[in-house]
T-cell receptor, first 117, second 115 residues
Framework: AQTVTQSQPEMSVQEAETVTLSCTYDTSESDYYLFWYKQPPSRQMILVIRQEAYKQQNATENRFSVNFQKAAKSFSLKISDSQLGDAAMYFCAYREYSGGSNYKLTFGKGTLLTVNP | GAVVSQHPSWVICKSGTSVKIECRSLDFQATTMFWYRQFPKQSLMLMATSNEGSKATYEQGVEKDKFLINHASLTLSTLTVTSAHPEDSSFYIC???????????FGPGTRLLVL
């Protein structure tokens, strides 16, 4: 099984500032997908952004972008112009092959982001 | 698009009874669905992978006779917690493999409390 490590249990950021959440993973595969999900207090898991490993270009979704360093197996999430609604638990996830035509997600332990007004 | 619903959102039951949780993909067909369990302030733990028309694949340590999964159609998977006990109290989340197959979309979760 692959492992996903989020080394920051908690982070805080001032509203309108920028914050970066870290994620590293372990894999021997060359082609895979990586994801960031957020889980606000409602506990609904929401897809933030995804990255395909064979793509060199870093994924971007509005204020959210990633820094994907394939050789270093690093996949950090940058949130620009932070908003109060960004406060949530953020999970990094790696999609791994699980047999047949199936894939499953392996999640990190999460980073709790607080946004201060 | 890619909306997943779960029902019920909250359930309280007595010890020894069985509880069924439904997971539906509302605007797409999902050949594969997943069931997770999440304890407070912890990450998601995959319980099983559910493929339409075939038996579910359970993760190591998950009792398949206790957590019955049925994926009878392309839009519905059910998780039945049989003979529930207080230690089964948890937050259960389902997800579905979305169009294109790369991304999982999650339901809003079900809080189960066993008294």
């Amino acid at each position: 099984a692959q492992t996903v490590t989020q080394s920051q249990p908690e982070m805080s950021v001032q509203e309108a500032e920028t914050v970066t959440l870290s994620c590293t993973y372990d894999t021997s595969e060359s082609d895979y997908y990586l994801f960031w999900y957020k889980q606000p207090p409602s506990r609904q898991m929401i897809l933030v952004i995804r990255q395909e490993a064979y793509k060199q270009q870093n994924a971007t979704e509005n204020r959210f972008s990633v820094n994907f360093q394939k050789a270093a197996k690093s996949f950090s999430l940058k949130i620009s112009d932070s908003q109060l609604g960004d406060a949530a638990m953020y999970f990094c996830a790696y999609r791994e092959y699980s047999g047949g035509s199936n894939y499953k997600l392996t999640f990190g332990k999460g980073t709790l982001l607080t946004v201060n007004p | 698009g890619a909306v997943v619903s779960q029902h019920p959102s909250w359930v309280i039951c007595k010890s020894g009874t069985s509880v069924k949780i439904e997971c539906r993909s509302l605007d797409f067909q999902a050949t594969t669905m997943f069931w997770y369990r999440q304890f407070p302030k912890q990450s998601l733990m995959l319980m099983a992978t559910s493929n339409e028309g075939s038996k579910a694949t359970y993760e190591q340590g998950v009792e398949k006779d206790k957590f019955l999964i049925n994926h009878a159609s392309l839009t519905l998977s059910t998780l039945t917690v049989t003979s529930a006990h207080p230690e089964d109290s948890s937050f259960y989340i389902c997800s579905a493999r979305g169009p294109g197959g790369e991304t999982q979309y999650f339901g809003p979760g079900t809080r189960l409390l066993v008294l």
